[in-house]
């Protein structure tokens, strides 16, 4: 039971990031459009929903199992993404891949190590916005940290893989090059959203040895 509701809430998490990239694709302006993208990881983060790049960062604080329902949540992330995509192809909005179009031949153009390193960068903003939602003690705060880290990052032009996996469904563009992508990009993600986490943890073990020495 523990396995299917967590593909299911993995599911979910994918529906909700493929709508935040169709109201994306579906605004001329950047700004406004990278604004409410985060709608996604609003949803995600108040539904409690399982998202790869938002779960991953907390990975060192779970025992082994943890990693299994990593691989879960990632794979109900893209079947969540790729079901919307799918489904909005076949409704009147399907204008909107030729904008899905033009996105992905840039990205899928554009080198592994540019790619790996823009969804490093992606992830530590990510893990700003979720530990932000998480542990901030004031409400507000819970929401600007999610609604600062999503615009952010999409300005930037830093890649999230499970939007990417809702841009290529939208564009129909899946091949074996575009699944080489989305793995270098999951990857880049998993690293950036454990890299802030690690330092903490080797701070405070030595802040901790430190005390303990001069105690």
């Not at 399982?50 to 879960?72: H, M, P, Q, R």
């Not at 074996?176 to 890299?195: C, E, M, R």
Request: hydrophobic share 55%; glycine share 10%; proline share 1%.
């Amino acid at each position: 039971m523990k396995i299917i509701k967590t593909f299911v809430y993995g599911i979910l998490a994918g529906v909700s990031i493929a709508i935040g990239g169709t109201v994306f694709l579906s605004l001329d302006n950047k700004v406004l459009g990278a604004l409410f993208f985060t709608v996604g990881l609003f949803t995600v983060c108040t539904f409690g929903f399982n998202l790869f790049t938002g779960k991953v960062c907390y990975i060192f604080e779970s025992d082994w199992k943890f990693a299994l329902d990593l691989i879960i949540i990632w794979l109900g992330n893209f079947l969540g993404a790729w079901l919307t995509g799918e489904a909005l192809r076949a409704t009147r909005i399907s204008s909107i891949s030729e904008k899905a179009i033009s996105m992905c031949q840039v990205k899928l153009s554009d080198s592994l190590m540019s790619i790996f390193i823009l969804a490093i960068f992606c992830n530590i903003l990510i893990f700003i916005a979720v530990d932000g939602f998480r542990n901030n003690p004031h409400v507000p705060g819970k929401y600007l940290a999610i609604f600062f880290g999503v615009t952010v990052f999409i300005l930037c032009g830093f890649e999230h893989s499970v939007a990417n996996m809702f841009y290529i469904t939208m564009a129909g563009m899946w091949s074996g090059k575009s699944l080489l992508f989305i793995l270098v990009n999951t990857l880049g993600n998993a690293v950036g959203g454990v890299l802030i986490p690690l330092l903490r943890r080797c701070f405070a073990k030595e802040s901790l040895t430190a005390r303990i020495r001069y105690s």
